[in-house]
């Protein structure tokens, strides 16, 4: 559950950036219709995709909280269509920009490194013993939700 619970940190991070938390959650903006916009994006990833040798991304690009982009390119096994709809699990790759977006935060004065969680997700177990800066070093205590749920897809 710990990982579930530091994927909640990460969104409540991003939600950061912009504002401190609602009190209620708002409907989603429509997506945008810039197709220019768009267009340019897509260029970019196929582009990138044969430049790096990349077999399949899958993206979602938002301007100013509209939806602008949501797509899947390539195959994520031979043969495999890539699709919005997959998942994967990035790995520790996400605790270095997950700590580069908090130290941003704490540059900007939103948040501290010595903030209890619990300030931003109580509900979180012992979420008034960890501190923000322990979940971007690592030293939180909290366990890889992937081995502590069995109901991980």
Same mark, same amino acid.
């Given at each position: ?14 939600v950061l950036t #912009? ?12 997506? $945008? $219709? %810039?197709? #220019?916009?768009? %267009?340019? @994006? @897509?260029?970019?990833? $196929? ?5 790096? +040798?990349?077999?399949?991304? @899958? ?18 096994? &031979?043969?495999?269509?890539?699709? &919005?709809?997959? +998942?994967?699990? =990035? ?7 997950? #700590?580069? !977006?908090? !130290?941003?935060?704490v540059d900007r ?7 209890? !969680? ?7 177990? =012992? ?7 322990? !979940? #971007?070093?690592? $030293?939180?205590?909290?366990? %890889?939700?992937?081995?502590? =749920?069995?109901?991980?897809?």
């Amino acid at each position: 559950m710990a990982f579930r619970r530091l994927l909640a940190v990460v969104s409540a991070f991003v939600v950061l950036t #912009a504002c401190a938390l609602p009190t209620e959650r708002p409907s989603p903006p429509p997506p $945008t $219709t %810039d197709t #220019a916009k768009s %267009d340019a @994006v @897509v260029r970019i990833v $196929t582009d990138t995709m044969a430049k790096e +040798h990349l077999k399949a991304v @899958v993206l979602r690009v938002s301007v100013e909280g509209r939806e602008l982009l949501t797509r899947a390119f390539g195959d994520s096994m &031979t043969g495999v269509p890539a699709t &919005t709809a997959m +998942h994967f699990r =990035n790995g520790a790759v996400a605790i270095s920009y997950v #700590a580069t !977006l908090l !130290l941003r935060l704490v540059d900007r004065g939103k948040v501290s490194l010595d903030d209890k !969680l619990s300030k931003w997700l109580p509900d979180v177990p =012992n979420s008034d013993r960890v501190t923000l800066g322990q !979940l #971007a070093q690592m $030293t939180s205590g909290y366990v %890889d939700y992937v081995i502590d =749920n069995t109901e991980f897809d």
